[in-house]
T-cell receptor, first 115, second 113 residues
C-alpha cells in the first residue's frame, strides 16, 4: 500500500528560478496538507485542501508561493521566484475525512536548497 | 487557537530504562492529541492518538501516552527504551472545530547503549 509520494526528494536550484514540488496523496484520502520544516521555525502548515479545494492558505508565506490540487491524486507547491530563505524540507501529508481525529500520513519530503 | 509545547529539546536515556517525552497543550474545548516520530531524512510517522475514553493510549513500537486533562498534558512514555527509538518526536494538537493541526517544536530522543 503506497504512502504519500513526493517528488523530487532533493532539489537544488539558483535563486530566481521557479521550483515545483509534487505530491501524490494516499488514494481515498480527501485532505491534503503542505508543510515546511526548518530548524528555526519547526513544522509550519502552509496550506491544506479538502476535496481538492483550498481551505486555509493563511500559512503561505508570500505571493511567491502557490499551491494547486487539480485532482484528487495530485498536488503541486510552486515557488516563483525562489529565494535562499525558501531553503527547507517541504512535506506533503494526507488524511481521511470523518472528523478531526484522523491522523495525517506524511511523505518523505522534498529537501529544497536555493543557492 | 490551539498550541502545543514540548519543554525539552533533548532527552537522553540509557537503553532499557523508561523514557518520557513531555508535551503540554492549550486548546479551547476538548482536544485531539497526537504523537509522531521522525527518523532522519524521512517524513513524520503517526505513533498514537487520544480522542476520547481511556486516558492511557497505546500506540506503535511499544509507546504509550497519558492524557491528563487537569495538567493539560499528553506525555509520551515507553517502559524500556531501545537504541532504535532514537529519533525526533513531535506532539500535535487539533481542536474539534477545524482541521488545523499544531505541532510542537519537537524533542530529540537519544537512547544510548
Amino acid at each position: 500500500d503506497a504512502g504519500v509520494i513526493q517528488s523530487p526528494r532533493h532539489e537544488v536550484t539558483e535563486m530566481g528560478q521557479e521550483v515545483t514540488l509534487r505530491c501524490k496523496p494516499i488514494s481515498g484520502h480527501d485532505y491534503l496538507f503542505w508543510y515546511r520544516q526548518t530548524m528555526m521555525r519547526g513544522l509550519e502548515l502552509l496550506i491544506y485542501f479538502n476535496n481538492n479545494v483550498p481551505i486555509d492558505d493563511s500559512g503561505m508565506p508570500e505571493d511567491r508561493f502557490s499551491a494547486k490540487m487539480p485532482n484528487a491524486s495530485f498536488s503541486t507547491l510552486k515557488i516563483q521566484p525562489s529565494e535562499p530563505r525558501d531553503s527547507a524540507v517541504y512535506f506533503c501529508a494526507s488524511s481521511l475525512s470523518g472528523g478531526q481525529n484522523q491522523p495525517q500520513h506524511f511523505g518523505d519530503g522534498t529537501r529544497l536548497s536555493i543557492l | 487557537a490551539q498550541s502545543v509545547a514540548q519543554p525539552e529539546d533533548q532527552v537522553n536515556v540509557a537503553e532499557g530504562n523508561p523514557l518520557t517525552v513531555k508535551c503540554t497543550y492549550s486548546v479551547s474545548g476538548n482536544p485531539y492529541l497526537f504523537w509522531y516520530v521522525q527518523y532522519p531524512n524521512r517524513g513524520l510517522q503517526f505513533l498514537l492518538k487520544y480522542i476520547t475514553g481511556d486516558n492511557l493510549v497505546k500506540g506503535s513500537y511499544g509507546f504509550e501516552a497519558e492524557f491528563n486533562k487537569s495538567q493539560t498534558s499528553f506525555h509520551l512514555k515507553k517502559p524500556s527504551a531501545l537504541v532504535s527509538d532514537s529519533a525526533l518526536y513531535f506532539c500535535a494538537v487539533r481542536d474539534k472545530l477545524n482541521n488545523d493541526m499544531r505541532f510542537g517544536a519537537g524533542t530529540r530522543l537519544t537512547v544510548k547503549p
